[in-house]
């Protein structure tokens, strides 16, 4: 029941600091708004000099080195705009390998020796910034006395305005590195792995006789999902408080059976908060695309249009913050945890990439007869190989302690990686195995039988919502990434692994056409190899049967299914050249990443088992005492008057705390267990003894939760915070 008195009196104890702050102006037509908080490319051409805007645009646009002279002329020009925004102070924003945003920000007023102040912003203070890296994760890239470390300038992701009612402030988004050069966040490798792409896919375009093709890029969109809750809902639990999930809860009479909270009308509440958080969104130049009720109670979903993955990327990281920032002043708590309630649906954050230019357009669109669209089979060929070569590689991409509790649950895709092609594209690559694609199948239509309903178009084949990795018309849906993570992570990966991939088939094609084959028919012993090798990650089936995790297994595809087993991929001497080769990592820079992974995944067990033991000891069982007593104290006294007594609920209870107890006290001395010599085996110790211990102390929570009265369990329950909104 909800409503209790006790726990919603200690509720409305945090309701003050929880309630809605004033909210946002109604919303502008977004086509007034968008990008007004950005400095634009419209922008730069109204504020910059000819010369200076056409060296930055080729850059921007064709990937050309940055000119270091127009650093002084675009400082001067973006600090006039971002004043005449209000911007009194400027900030490197960098994302460092703790998977969050960060930025120090700086006042653009230096004092004169008179007195007076002066706004200043030079270019040397636009490229480059200092912050102190001495703690940010580095995986032993810098000694533990050492602290220096450089933002630098990324003229391909614009900078924008981050407003605050007290003062506006320029945000620059950068790389940030070490001293040496060594990657210490997201952005550089990202922008490194594009850099390697694109190399190889014009390599591939010129095979085909584009003989200057423009700079490919990778574009990115990511679904974010979501949940969404009353604060003091979120105040009063500390386990969401610390750890962004809930580590107790019994489950609620209704959960998502029904499939009722698909798709259904958005509560007003919660349409109210969408509206103001993509205006927000809209004025920071963030596409906001699609949004809609999820699966789950209390889940939802923001989808924006494709972007170049560099800037989706920086974008996704503004627009957590945003929707966070937005949901507190409605007065509720945006969830990015991806598994925020057991027993429910958890959160993912689907990436759906392809490639492309300004010349030849999306390389991953296979027209109306893929068959023989060759330019388009080599590269969903590079896909298929660096898919089936590199999956243990994707599966590290997504892996993490919070992303753990998804992957797998019959929720999101499991974590054997695999492709879905469809229908069409299998059917080709099946002919094309066999010595030749003629055909492709065409797509349909559809009668419903209503005279008055129009006839709907049909495709060639259905979705997989159970793929990994899932061609859908134009582009691939990587569906494995967790939805608190950055998309840069899973984005290097499949950068550097399509490099590989598309350097192989270029080398493969140009020796044999050296050979004297023919071009089409080198382009089909090349695609016949690439099937008939890397064919067996094609399933279309259903990825969440057990069948098919023996299949799977049978075809040598690796089944990693906890991070512990995922981040070895990161440090095999394979992948260790593959990224090196392409100068996307240097060794030192894997072995970071791996060690950095570790930690993350031994602090973020850590808090939750620290968390649980805490709340066991403090929330839950003086709750069950109390209640106990209660009960015992109504046995003695309806014994007293010899009146029949059913002591049932109390031998539960009983029965609960003593499981209770004994879980405490285990998960206390595995906390305190101090055998591990490595972090290995640290976090060996963090899989198999803290998660288990805690999941004993939540099984007794939770049956306590089942019996004790309404009115003395203390923690606010998964039915009022998954449907008070």
Not at 357 to 369: K, Q
Not at 503 to 518: F, K
Not at 540 to 548: A, I, L
Request: net charge negative; aromatic share 8%; glycine share 8%.
């Amino acid at each position: 029941m909800s409503g209790s008195k006790g726990r919603l009196q200690s509720i409305d104890a945090v309701k003050a600091y929880a309630a809605p702050t004033a909210f946002f102006p109604t919303p502008e037509a977004p086509g007034e708004i968008f990008g007004q908080n950005v400095f634009t490319k419209a922008e730069m051409q109204k504020r910059l000099p000819k010369l200076v805007f056409k060296s930055v645009m080729a850059t921007i646009e064709h990937s050309k080195p940055l000119d270091p002279s127009v650093a002084d002329v675009v400082a001067s020009a973006m600090k006039d705009w971002a004043m005449e925004k209000g911007a009194t102070h400027y900030a490197h924003v960098f994302y460092p390998l703790t998977g969050l945003t960060a930025e120090k920000h700086d006042s653009f007023l230096e004092p004169g020796s008179d007195g007076s102040s002066i706004a200043e912003f030079a270019g040397k203070t636009l490229t480059q910034g200092e912050p102190d890296a001495s703690s940010f994760p580095n995986g032993g890239l810098r000694a533990t006395a050492a602290a220096r470390g450089y933002t630098g300038w990324d003229v391909t992701s614009p900078a924008y305005i981050l407003e605050n009612p007290n003062g506006n402030t320029l945000c620059i988004p950068t790389v940030f590195v070490s001293m040496t050069g060594e990657a210490l966040d997201h952005k550089t490798p990202l922008l490194r792995s594009q850099q390697a792409m694109a190399v190889q896919a014009e390599r591939v375009l010129r095979l085909f006789g584009h003989e200057k093709p423009d700079a490919v890029v990778s574009f990115a969109g990511a679904e974010q999902e979501y949940f969404l809750i009353d604060r003091s809902f979120f105040l009063s639990r500390p386990d969401l408080l610390n750890t962004g999930r809930t580590l107790f809860g019994a489950k609620p009479p209704k959960g998502q059976e029904f499939d009722d909270h698909y798709f259904a009308p958005i509560p007003e509440r919660v349409l109210g908060f969408m509206l103001d958080a993509e205006n927000e969104l809209f004025k920071l130049g963030i596409p906001a695309k699609t949004r809609h009720n999820e699966v789950a109670p209390g889940q939802f979903e923001l989808a924006p249009m494709f972007e170049r993955s560099n800037v989706a990327a920086d974008h996704q990281q503004l627009l957590m913050v945003t929707m966070k920032r937005v949901a507190q002043k409605h007065g509720m708590e945006c969830l990015l945890h991806e598994k925020p309630f057991e027993g429910i649906n958890g959160s993912g954050k689907h990436v759906n990439f392809s490639l492309g230019n300004a010349t030849e357009g999306n390389l991953l669109l296979p027209g109306d007869t893929p068959h023989d669209n060759a330019q388009f089979l080599v590269f969903c060929a590079a896909v298929i190989r660096s898919v089936h070569k590199f999956g243990g590689l994707l599966r590290a991409s997504v892996a993490s302690a919070t992303n753990d509790h998804r992957l797998g649950a019959n929720e999101a895709p499991p974590a054997i990686i695999s492709i879905f092609l469809g229908d069409q594209l299998t059917d080709v690559f099946d002919q094309i195995a066999k010595g030749g694609a003629t055909s492709s199948k065409s797509k349909g239509s559809l009668a419903i039988g209503v005279d008055t309903l129009p006839v709907l178009p049909t495709d060639p084949g259905d979705r997989n919502r159970t793929s990994p990795f899932a061609f859908t018309g134009n582009r691939f849906e990587f569906r494995a990434p967790g939805s608190l993570q950055s998309i840069a992570g899973p984005m290097v990966t499949i950068n550097t692994i399509l490099a590989e991939a598309l350097d192989y088939l270029a080398t493969e094609i140009e020796s044999l056409v050296a050979d004297g084959i023919g071009f089409n028919d080198a382009v089909q012993k090349v695609l016949e190899e690439i099937i008939t090798v890397h064919g067996g990650v094609v399933f279309n089936g259903n990825g969440y049967t057990d069948e098919w995790q023996v299949e799977a297994a049978s075809r040598g595809l690796p089944n990693l299914r906890t991070t512990l087993d995922a981040l070895p991929e990161l440090i095999t001497e394979e992948a260790m050249e593959l990224f090196s080769h392409y100068g996307v990592f240097s060794h030192r820079e894997m072995h970071s990443r791996y060690e950095i992974a570790l930690e993350q995944y031994i602090l973020s067990v850590g808090v939750e088992a620290r968390t649980t033991l805490e709340m066991a000891n403090t929330v839950i069982l003086p709750a069950a005492l109390r209640y106990q007593t209660e009960l015992a104290t109504n046995v003695a006294s309806m014994k007293a008057v010899e009146a029949e007594v059913d002591t049932t609920t109390l031998d539960e209870v009983s029965t609960s705390i003593k499981a209770l107890r004994a879980g405490i006290v285990t998960l206390r001395a595995e906390l305190a267990h101090k055998g591990a010599a490595t972090e290995l085996e640290e976090a060996e110790h963090s899989c198999s003894a803290l998660l288990p211990a805690m999941a004993a102390v939540r099984a007794a929570a939770d049956s306590l939760e089942a019996l004790v009265a309404d009115d003395l369990w203390p923690l606010a329950t998964y039915q009022e915070m998954l449907y008070i909104l």
